[in-house]
């Protein structure tokens, strides 16, 4: 197959989407993001990589950290975890209180807001130094050795997520909130706020696409868990719209309010797709059609 022309034609049928949505101003750092950025990379797992666009600039990769965050937790406290977290698609928005507070406490599963807040805190709990840890298996993940925090946008999402700071404080008046509530919230918005590019997005996403154990310096991944995990993002990875990415799509993936998406095609390929104007369910509008375009014009989904 001819994968640059495949992303060349892709560009092109996308084009008629430019300039709908907008991207997530109500974290004011990401308000400042040029909307019209955009870029794609392609990352076999024979080491072949395509790419067109804005690939090497870095964006707040927000929700995507959560697969990351998951998948370290799932390594540390293997099936435990699931006592604390659910493993279901919500149907809601991904900062509901009400269903929050309907379920007692424990959140539908990690990728909502709630759920990756437990996820902080179980990494709280179970690393010596989290921050540098979990910025390190991110780093070995992408083979890319200065990725780091964006403080600017930690701390903006920090001081006006007063929505993020009810569901912390809701989490501990349920006991399901191991630390103090305010350094979870403050954890969970610095991993939000790690940055990367497309191709070393997708890079990263080939632990989920190879599916094989991996040796790290967080707790091996078994190639259960990790497909679990693939299983996970094709159900939950996409907000309120995760039923909608699985039919018109059909790849694990996950997305996140700066803009990205990486998914992946088991033993074959990661993906990963930047555009920061967003949809109403918080999922970007060309990074959608990207992929859908690209498994409907390659044949490549997992249905």
């Known amino acids: 197959m001819r994968y640059q022309q495949l992303l060349n034609n892709i560009v092109q049928e996308v084009q008629q989407y430019k300039g709908l949505g907008k991207q997530a101003d109500y974290i004011p750092e990401l308000a400042k993001v040029d909307p019209d950025k955009f870029g794609i990379s392609l990352n076999l797992l024979n080491g072949e990589t395509y790419t067109y666009g804005d690939v090497e600039e870095r964006f707040s990769i927000q929700s995507i950290s959560k697969v990351f965050t998951t998948a370290a937790a799932f390594a540390l406290r293997g099936n435990q975890l699931w006592k604390r977290v659910g493993v279901e698609p919500s149907g809601t928005p991904f900062n509901s209180l009400v269903q929050l ?9 990690p990728f909502l807001n709630p759920g990756a807040m ?12 989290p921050y540098d840890e ?6 070995e993940l992408s083979g890319v050795a200065d ?4 403080k600017a946008i930690a701390e903006s999402e920090f001081n006006t997520g007063y929505k ?7 989490l501990k008046s349920f006991g399901n909130m191991e630390n103090e509530p305010l350094e ?13 590019n497309c191709q070393e997005l ?28 693939n299983a996970l993002m094709i159900s939950c990875g996409f907000y309120d719209e995760s039923g909608e990415f699985a039919f018109t799509v059909g790849l694990p993936g996950k997305s996140g309010v700066g803009g990205g998406i990486a998914a992946v095609y088991p033993d074959f390929y990661s993906v990963a797709v930047w555009s920061p104007r967003l949809n109403v369910k918080g999922n970007s509008i060309l ?15 997992v249905f």
Not at 103 to 109: K, L, S, Y
Not at 118 to 129: G, N, R, S
Not at 147 to 150: G, L
Not at 184 to 196: A, N, P
């Open 101 to 109: 507070e309907y379920e007692n406490g424990i959140p539908r599963n």
């Open 134 to 139: 979990m910025l390190n298996f991110v780093r």
């Open 184 to 196: 979870v919230l403050k954890y969970y918005c610095y991993l939000c706020s790690i940055e990367m």
């Open 202 to 229: 997708a890079q990263s996403f080939h632990l989920f696409a190879r599916r094989n154990k991996l040796d790290c310096k967080i707790p091996d991944l078994t190639s259960s868990q990790l497909k679990r995990l």
């Open 118 to 129: 437990v996820i902080a805190d179980v990494l709280i709990t179970e690393l010596k130094d």
């Open 164 to 170: 993020n700071g009810a569901m912390v404080y809701m």
């Open 287 to 301: 990074g959608m059609k990207s992929l859908e375009l690209l498994t409907s014009l390659s044949g490549m989904s």
């Open 147 to 150: 990725i780091t925090y964006n």
